[in-house]
């Protein structure tokens, strides 16, 4: 809840220099926070430990191996896709492919704040089909050059990636993953 807490405080200090006004704004007492996931026990702790939010959402057991493939399974999950890009922010873990198509989906939306509407939390990753990302600025540091190619081996919990730098020597780098772009290959 670190990232939604504060994405409202931002959202709170943006509507105080848009009006001029310092009292928060009146949608702020009770936040309103789509929740996806197919464990109860997040539905319980999210309920119990954050009364100023208002969770929305539902248990939905369209992710469970059983049910992915039945109609009510894909409509579940489509459903959560739909209300998770229709968000101001997303915040999930990586360890879930709605999560990712969720990103992928928010990049189209938004290419150019994407960033800024979405953060990762800890979770384990794996990227099994690791495709070639772009770096858009220089990191003298690390000795990444605007333009040079690196595959990423796995995303951090703070926002940083890990990556396997193969053009010019493999070598590992910790880097931070908004200044990457993912090179897409187009098939015409």
Known sequence: MFYVEHFFHL??????LETSNTSPPVWSRRRRVFLASNDAAVFHEAKTQYSRYEFIGRLRN?????NRT????????TVNLHLLI???????TYNSNVCRLAYELLLMKSPTYFDA???SSPGSTQFINKRWWRAIA???????????QVSIESTKWDGFVQ???KLNGARNITMLAYLLQEIFETIL
């Open 86 to 92: 229709a968000a101001d922010f997303i915040v999930c």
């Open 62 to 66: 369209g992710s469970s191996i059983n």
């Open 11 to 16: 959202k709170e200090v943006e509507h105080s």
């Open 138 to 148: 220089d990191f003298e540091r690390e000795g990444v050059k605007l333009g040079d």
């Open 117 to 119: 509407a979405f953060q």
């Open 163 to 165: 990556t396997e730098w």
């Open 70 to 77: 039945s109609c009510q399974g894909v409509f579940d999950m």
